[in-house]
């Protein structure tokens, strides 16, 4: 059974930065094929995709909205993914959650299409001040 458990939300000043984790079981970085997502949703809007990382070709993708300030990153140790944040914004103010996958095929059609995912962590809240 996969799961996925996000920590490192907080509240932060506009301009600042955090380091959100997602320590995942169920599956192991260094064996398994798999794709990682990163999302976020604000209440009264759709969860929208930030950035996602397949280890079927290393590749990791990025939203616009996030790109040069957004990383994502992996301790194999620890089989945790981490996500940070550089340079936020108020508009980052949202619940962020990870999401995982290990369908390739149905994954590849919409890398940021939450149906794509099958397992989701609780999510953790950012909140950045103007």
């Known amino acids: 059974e996969v799961e996925l458990v996000e920590s490192g939300g907080a509240l932060v000043q506009a301009g600042g930065s955090l380091r959100l984790s997602c320590a995942a079981s169920?599956?192991?970085?260094?064996?398994?094929?798999?794709?990682i997502g990163w999302f976020r949703q604000v209440p009264g809007k759709e969860r929208e995709g930030v950035s996602c990382?397949?280890?079927?070709?290393?590749?990791?993708y990025y939203a616009d909205s996030v790109k040069g300030r957004f990383t994502m990153s992996k301790d194999n140790a620890k089989n945790t993914m981490y996500l940070q944040m550089n340079s936020l914004k108020p508009e980052d103010t949202a619940v962020y959650y990870c999401?995982?996958?290990?369908?390739?095929?149905?994954?590849?059609?919409?890398?940021?299409?939450?149906?794509?995912?099958?397992?989701w962590g609780q999510g953790t809240q950012v909140t950045v001040s103007s």
């Open positions: 990382f397949s280890s079927f070709d290393n590749s990791t």
């Open positions: 169920g599956f192991t970085f260094t064996s398994d094929d798999y794709v």
């Open positions: 999401a995982s996958t290990r369908d390739l095929g149905l994954w590849i059609l919409s890398p940021f299409g939450i149906r794509q995912y099958d397992d």
